[in-house]
C-alpha cells in the first residue's frame, strides 16, 4: 500500500494594463501658419507588476485508506467470535492520529464498545507499577536492590520457597521483582498448571466455580506456594510471575503508607493527565462502567478485580495509555534519565520459552533486523492475559495500543497487534 498524497495545482496571476489614447486638437485657419505647437511629452506609464504566484502550503495527506484497514483489522476481531475490540494508532512523524472499537462492551447490557470505554488493563500494569516503584526509588523511600524482607511481613517472606524447598525469600530483592527473575511462581491464567488434565488452568477453575469470590493478596500467596513450583532461585533467570506484581504492591503501600491508587495517581496518572486510570482492588464502583471481562465466552469477572490485586488491577483507555507512552518516549516521567535507563535493562526470555524476547522492567523487546521484515526495527512492549497490549517502535515513533475483552485463547492480541502494525509500516517507511 502506497502512502497517499494529493497534489496542489499552482495557479499563477498575471495582470496585464495597457491602455492609449489618440487625441486631435482643432485650430482656427489663419493667413499665416502660426509655428507649430509644442506637445507636451507623453506622460510616463509606469509597467505594469506581474503579482507574485501565491505561497503553497503544504496539503495534509490522505489517511483514509490506512483508516479503512485499520477499522477493518478492529471489525476482524469481532468477526472471529470476541465480544469486543478497540484499537489505537498514534504516528506524530506523519501526523496521524486513529482510535476505532467494535463489538459490545457489556453484552447482556448492549452497550457498545467505544474508542474511550475504559477498560482493565491487567498485564499492562507491570508497566505502570515499575514506573512508579522507580519513582519511589528516585525520593529514596526503596531501594532496588534492598531484599522484600525489609518491605514485607517475614511470615509472606517465609512461604516464598526456592526448587528446591529451602526458604529463599531473604535472598529475593525489589530489582529481582521488578525484572521477572526473582523465581517465584505465576499463578494467573498459566496453562501449564493444569493438574487434572481438562485443557484449563486451575486457577481459571477455581474463578469459573465461584467468580464472586473476592481474593485477599495473603490467599494469592498461600495458593501460589502450596500449589505451584518456584520457577528457580532469585537471579538465576526470567519466569512470567503474577505473584512478583502482587508483591510489588504491597512494598508500594508499605512505603508510602497509602493505597496503591493514591501512589498511582499523585506521582504518575495526574502529573501525566491520565484522567480516566484508577486502580481498582477487591470489589470496586468504579468499574461498573467499564468493557466487561470475560472467562471462557460466558464468565463475567468485570466487578471482581481481586483475581489479580496488584498484579493486574488498573483501569485505563487507549488514549491515557498512550500518554503515558509519550511521556515515557519523551523523558517526561522520570527526574534521573538511570531510572529509564533501569526498564532498558534487559534479560532474555529464552529460558521461558520465548527465544528473541528480552524482559526489562515493565517492558519486553524484539528487534526484527534479523527477521524477513526488518523494516519494522525494535517493538518494546507490554501483553496482558486479557488481549491488551501496547507496542512502542521507537525507530518509527509510533504506538500502538488495543485490547479484547475476553481471556482465552491466549495471546489473541496478536491478531489484533501486528495486522495494525503491517497497515501502518508502509506509511512510516516510505522514502
Not at 493667413?31 to 507588476?49: D, F, L, S
Not at 529463599?168 to 529481582?176: D, K, L, Q, S, W
Not at 517465584?184 to 498459566?190: D, E, K
Request: charged share 20%; with cysteine.
Amino acid at each position: 500500500m502506497k502512502r497517499l498524497l494529493s497534489i496542489f495545482a499552482v495557479v499563477f496571476v498575471v495582470v496585464i494594463g495597457c491602455q492609449s489614447t489618440d487625441t486631435e486638437t482643432a485650430v482656427e485657419p489663419r493667413t499665416t501658419q502660426p509655428p507649430p505647437t509644442e506637445e507636451p511629452p507623453p506622460t510616463a506609464v509606469p509597467p505594469t507588476e506581474t503579482a507574485p504566484p501565491p505561497t503553497e502550503e503544504p496539503q495534509a495527506a490522505d489517511f483514509s485508506e490506512l483508516e479503512q484497514a485499520l477499522q477493518g483489522v478492529v471489525d476482524a476481531q469481532v468477526d472471529a467470535g470476541f465480544p469486543g475490540a478497540i484499537l489505537m494508532v498514534d504516528a506524530p512523524d506523519l501526523g496521524f492520529s486513529w482510535k476505532g472499537a467494535a463489538g459490545m462492551a457489556d453484552i447482556e447490557g448492549e452497550i457498545p464498545m467505544e474508542p474511550e470505554t475504559p477498560f482493565h488493563v491487567s498485564g499492562i500494569s507491570d508497566t505502570l507499577m515499575a514506573a512508579l516503584v522507580l519513582k519511589l526509588a528516585e525520593e529514596g523511600i526503596v531501594g532496588l536492590d534492598d531484599p522484600i524482607s525489609q518491605y514485607l511481613d517475614a511470615a509472606i517472606v517465609a512461604q516464598l520457597n526456592g526448587p528446591d524447598g529451602e526458604p529463599y525469600g531473604e535472598a529475593i530483592t525489589v530489582r529481582h521483582l521488578l525484572k521477572g527473575t526473582s523465581g517465584v511462581a505465576g499463578y494467573f491464567l498459566r496453562d501449564e498448571e493444569d493438574k487434572d488434565r481438562s485443557n484449563t488452568p486451575d486457577f481459571i477453575e477455581i474463578i469459573v466455580e465461584d467468580p464472586d469470590k473476592v481474593w485477599q493478596p495473603e490467599e494469592i500467596i498461600a495458593y501460589t506456594t502450596a500449589n505451584l513450583s518456584p520457577s528457580s532461585a532469585p537471579g538465576e533467570k526470567y519466569a512470567a510471575n503474577d505473584l512478583g506484581g502482587v508483591l510489588l504492591g504491597m512494598i508500594v503501600e508499605t512505603v508510602t503508607g497509602s493505597s496503591l491508587n493514591e501512589a498511582y495517581q499523585t506521582r504518575l496518572f495526574e502529573p501525566l493527565g491520565m484522567e480516566n486510570t484508577f486502580a481498582v482492588q477487591g470489589s470496586d464502583p468504579r468499574i461498573g462502567d467499564i468493557a466487561h471481562a470475560y472467562l471462557l465466552n460466558s464468565v463475567d469477572v468485570t466487578d471482581n478485580a481481586s483475581l489479580s490485586w496488584f498484579s493486574n488491577d488498573v483501569v485505563s483507555t487507549v488514549t491515557d495509555l498512550d500518554r503515558f507512552m509519550r511521556a515515557w518516549a519523551d523523558d517526561k516521567i522520570f527526574s534521573d534519565p538511570a531510572s529509564k535507563e533501569a526498564m532498558m535493562d534487559w534479560t532474555s526470555m529464552a529460558d521461558a520459552g520465548y527465544e528473541g524476547l528480552y524482559y526489562g522492567p515493565g517492558l519486553i523487546k524484539f528487534d526484527f533486523a534479523q527477521t524477513e521484515l526488518p523494516e519494522i526495527g525494535e517493538i518494546m512492549f507490554q501483553v496482558s492475559d486479557w488481549n491488551g497490549f501496547v507496542y512502542y517502535l521507537p525507530q518509527h515513533n509510533v504506538v500502538l495500543i488495543g485490547t479484547l475483552n475476553r481471556v482465552m485463547p491466549f495471546t489473541s492480541y496478536d491478531e489484533l497487534a501486528f495486522p495494525a502494525v503491517m497497515a501502518i509500516l508502509p506509511y512510516v517507511t516510505e522514502g
